[in-house]
């Protein structure tokens, strides 16, 4: 209910075309169903999509690695849909 919660306000003041990014140690496949509203439902869906219907954004992951470390940082970027954008997804 909290991380619903803070991305429905994270949505709320991104403005349409505009972005949010998060930066964490946590790896993508226990950040993503959170921040595409999918927790809490059924899990045993194969989730492919890279956008969320309910926050209306677009989802990318990409890895950050310092060359003198061992630990992966992950860059989060939702980009909130454009108002003039197509659909999300077909």
């Known amino acids: 209910a909290k991380a619903r919660s803070m991305c429905q306000h994270i949505r709320r003041i991104v403005k ?5 990014l998060q930066i964490s140690f946590q790896q993508p496949h226990f950040r993503k169903k959170y921040l595409l509203g999918w927790h809490g439902g059924d899990d045993s869906l ?6 969320s219907d309910e926050f209306g954004w677009s989802f990318e992951t990409q890895s950050i690695q310092t060359s003198e470390g061992c ?13 003039v954008d197509e659909p999300l997804h077909p």
């Open 46 to 51: 194969a989730r492919k999509e890279d956008h």
């Open 71 to 83: 630990f992966h940082h992950f860059m989060y970027v939702m980009k909130v849909q454009d108002l």
């Open 16 to 20: 349409p075309g505009g972005y949010h």
